[in-house]
């Protein structure tokens, strides 16, 4: 895609700081790093968002995780866990619309990398959760 930031890394005509490439996936570090070793892997086809995955290109590119994850957690003795996360919209916090997987070192519980979820398990009573897992389910198959 032309306009694609990201495609544009792929293709050599702006630079990246690269740690991984094979046919299929780039992986290159992150211009913000969230924390030491923020690595951004991608696919090199253009796919806006997870929603426009087929099964293989999920298994191509997610599949390369495992060995990712341990090699940036082999860089350095000081990092302790890692967060993986995938945008998916502008609501979702989605900035750059080719999809990517933020892989995120973290070194401690006071590293500038937090996620709230926060407590939520008394708003959905069990009749009202097995609404939520019907509406799902029915389209599961689509
Ligand atoms: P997201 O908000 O999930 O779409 O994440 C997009 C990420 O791309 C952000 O963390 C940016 O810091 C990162 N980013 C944007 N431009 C570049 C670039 N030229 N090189 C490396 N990372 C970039
Ligand atoms: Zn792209």
Redesign the pocket.
Known sequence: MTDC??CK?IAGE????KVYEDADVLA?????Q?TKG?T?LVPKKHVPDVFAYDATLAATVFSRLPKLARAIQASDPQITGMNI???NGAV??????HS?I?LIPRYSDQDDFSIHFGDHSDRFDTAALNAVADAIRAKVGD
């Open positions: 930031i990201f890394i702006i630079p990246s700081v290159f570090l992150d211009i913000s969230a923020h951004l996360l995938n945008n979702a916090y989605q900035s750059v619309f990517h933020h």
